[in-house]
């Protein structure tokens, strides 16, 4: 039987959900803005469905560690890089404490924010095999640029542009490391335009790079997950997490 659990890893609430048999990889789950992990429970036990052991950690700020005013544009200015940076830091010890525990592949889904945090997980940690990043970007600073566009704000100070590309995974992948990414996003996203991410794609296409990419956009949908998004999460962790039992 599926087993739910709380539990506590590297100093982060998580949800575990185990599948019915033995799992053959280990995903992390970040969720978004504003959600919480109890939120992921349903898309956390669907991929649990897939084989996967399913770990869901609780962001800076959201669920027991605290809450925001999320839907506050200010608040949402004034936090969003650092819970995504932070859930980034954090995923270090995650991901080493999980390795330490299951000899398992280890597969990163976020969606929004937590799409943000598993693009720059996955370009910081080379124990990561395969990132699937859902309506989202991987090019943060270019975000960031487009956001403060569409605010009417100032640009990024030196400061707060270098805290971005830090782990900004445009600017962290590793060609010679062996990962994969597959990005989904809505053609119509109005949340988190998807030019950001056509720029990333643009830039790693002039790289030298090796890392397998995929790019899928789906016309007339806008910040949602669909069904079709799941079927290619699927097929793709089944090729670059998915161990044989």
Known sequence: MRIINECTIAGVPCLQIDPYLPPVGT????????????DYLFFGSMISDWGY???IPELPHHGERGNL???DTRVLQQHFWSVVIQAV????????????TDDHPVGIIGNSDGG????????????????????????????????????????????????????DPLFNIDASIDQAFLLLHGKEDTTIP??????????????????SLKFIEYAGVNHQIT????????????KFVHVKR
Request: charged share 20%.
């Open 27 to 38: 995903i992390i789950l970040y969720h978004g803005w504003g959600s919480n992990i109890r």
């Open 69 to 71: 005013a999320y839907f």
């Open 53 to 55: 052991k399913v770990i």
């Open 89 to 100: 830091e954090e995923a270090s010890n995650t991901v080493t404490n999980i390795l330490n």
């Open 194 to 211: 998807i030019e950001s991410q056509r720029y990333f794609m643009d830039r790693m296409s002039v790289k030298d790079n090796h890392t």
């Open 116 to 167: 943000f945090i598993a693009g720059g997980v996955c370009a910081t940690n080379s124990n990561v095999n395969s990132a699937v990043v859902m309506n989202a970007s991987c090019a943060w600073l270019r975000s960031e640029e487009i956001f403060r566009e569409h605010d009417g704000r100032s640009p990024m100070s030196a400061i707060e542009a270098e805290n971005i590309r830090k782990y």
């Open 227 to 238: 069904l079709g998004m799941l079927q290619e999460a699927k097929e793709w962790l089944e």
